[in-house]
């Protein structure tokens, strides 16, 4: 009489189980990873990209500084009370397009810009470094200066400026490293910034 045993161990059906178990849990902790480094760089790009909006400010506080000292109008949409006709009207930008390309070198005393050929230097040579040294592809930042009393979102299609207001904000917005429709949901909501210039 023959007697029947049953085999000891794993079987082939349950080692495979087992294996797809594991390998969905390793690609899940790396997809992870992934996330939690795309949101690091967004952070630090982040980081930047307000230095730089701050470093403008402080441009046009010294360009303020200039036009007093040479005796010129003063509104830079810093303060209340804004005219179209003031030195302010040099940065405000309606589209993305860069700034034009100054005619004078007015880091040269001598070359002697007046209020708005230094207030287009000093615009367009921002969005230059901007778009340069931010370690991200030139395409992949688009930057304004506007006013806009709404604070509208900005995209990379549109800066969202409704044109009034009496204060300029300075908009910038960039599309990720390795930007692709699934890490577009986790960082689409923070790859921009705005600061509005204050006003002393």
Known sequence: MLKSFKSAGFS???VMVAVAIVSGLGMAIYKLQLVSLATSQQTITKQLMLQYADNLV???YAHEN????TGGNTGLGLMPGYS???SNSAYIETSYVSA???TKDCSVAADGCNDSELANYLLNTWKTNLTTKANLPSANIKAIVCKDSALGVPSMSSPNCNGSGTQLVIKI???PHNYDVESS???SNNNYVMLRV???
Request: no cysteine; glycine share 4%.
């Open 185 to 187: 949901a986790l960082v």
């Open 12 to 14: 082939l059906i349950e």
């Open 198 to 200: 204050p006003g002393r």
């Open 173 to 175: 917005v960039w599309q």
């Open 100 to 102: 034009a390309v100054p």
């Open 58 to 60: 402080n441009q046009m």
């Open 84 to 86: 179209s006709t003031t």
């Open 66 to 69: 200039f036009v007093v000292a």
